[in-house]
């Protein structure tokens, strides 16, 4: 399966990279600007637009601190929480309807298992788990069980944290590899570039692969303030870019706000990324079509400075290797292999390109080539 598939919205498939318009909390607790915000991501090409559903208290301590810089005047994560303004649980179902309207993904971070239950009832598209939750075992298994696409942030990993939690998922439930987004990421709010890390995409390929954990895809979640990393995430095989966006002249009390693009901003991300997509191309080493002409123009092949009989003896000096190269010609190296002890199955003239079957190997040895 090359392709991860999704009930309202196009399917994530290798050769592109989807953007995921991140709203968190920055309709601060208006559904009419949820659903605005919809349309606007929409118009600006995302894939599919994502939120989050959290209360205050059942996400932190009273006095937890905040993690992350937004130069807002408050000090707790409950008290931002709340100050940012939070859609209820129930209130999300409009939103959906909007996002359905669309074409777009509606996809959704649940902060508990209420919330899990909340976004089973109105048939959320995909789920997606924060980097501080990636240790959060029931809300993996609650989400899993689900039998929905996830997206798997991992920002602040350490590399067996990742190891350990995909293996179990896997353990619970194999089938969880073909609709399983694992995202490089970075928990530091907003990123500055030094802190982008987007070659952490290149190493969690490299992670699937060698665990045999394929078709799990990696993607990226965007914390930065500009959109030249969602073109670098996409140019390192992003298949999906998650980038955090707000509403047009944006001002409220959100930290989202400080590092999220309005929807202008997002359709310069979607531009970015459709360009580092295009870069990136595919990780096949393969000649493209489009190199076919290049590789035959480009290599040399063997054309006899002799003229030849058939049944002679191959010399290694009868040959000098020359552009072009056509579609049947010998490559160099089989040639050099062939010299030593090889018979010319083909009377061929001086000036002639050699085939594989203009020579026989003694031995038989032909078909290892």
Excluded at 103 to 124: G, K, R, S
Aim: glycine content about 8%; proline content about 4%; overall charge negative.
């Amino acid at each position: 399966m090359t392709e991860i598939t999704f009930k309202n919205a196009a399917s994530l498939k290798r050769g592109r990279c989807a953007v995921l318009a991140e709203a968190g909390q920055c309709m601060e607790g208006s559904v009419a600007r949820a659903i605005q915000m919809v349309h606007d991501a929409a118009d600006a090409g995302a894939w599919g637009i994502k939120t989050q559903l959290l209360r205050p208290e059942s996400i932190a301590t009273d006095d937890a601190p905040k993690y992350w810089d937004d130069g807002l005047a408050t000090t707790t994560q409950r008290e931002a929480f709340t100050k940012a303004g939070l859609l209820g649980y129930d209130e999300w179902e409009r939103v959906r309807d909007a996002a359905r309207e669309r074409n777009l993904a509606f996809v959704a971070t649940p902060f508990d298992l209420d919330a899990v239950d909340a976004l089973e009832a109105i048939d959320v598209d995909a789920y997606k788990i924060a980097s501080g939750d990636l240790l959060y075992l029931p809300l993996l298994e609650r989400v899993l069980n689900t039998a929905r696409p996830i997206i798997l942030s991992t920002g602040a990993a350490w590399l067996d944290e990742v190891e350990t939690i995909v293996s179990w998922m896997l353990e619970r439930d194999p089938s969880v590899r073909y609709r399983l987004v694992v995202l490089a990421c970075s928990l530091v709010y907003p990123t500055p570039i030094a802190e982008a890390n987007t070659g952490r995409i290149v190493r969690l390929r490299e992670l699937i692969a060698e665990y045999g954990w394929s078709p799990i895809r990696v993607g990226y979640s965007d914390h930065t303030t500009g959109v030249g990393a969602a073109r670098d995430a996409a140019a390192a095989g992003a298949i999906l870019l998650e980038k955090h966006y707000t509403y047009r002249n944006a001002s409220g009390p959100v930290a989202d706000h400080a590092m999220a693009v309005d929807p202008d901003g997002l359709r310069d991300v979607v531009e970015q990324v459709d360009l580092g997509a295009l870069v990136y191309g595919d990780d096949l080493i393969i000649p493209t079509e489009a190199e076919e002409r290049a590789r035959h123009g480009a290599r040399r092949g063997c054309y006899l400075k002799r003229s030849v009989q058939a049944g002679e003896y191959v010399l290694a000096d009868d040959v000098e290797y020359l552009r072009p190269a056509p579609y049947y010609a010998m490559p160099p190296n089989i040639f050099v292999e062939m010299s030593d002890g090889g018979t010319y199955v083909n009377a061929k003239r001086a000036g002639d390109f050699l085939t594989v079957n203009d020579l026989h190997l003694a031995g038989g040895r032909l078909d290892s080539f």
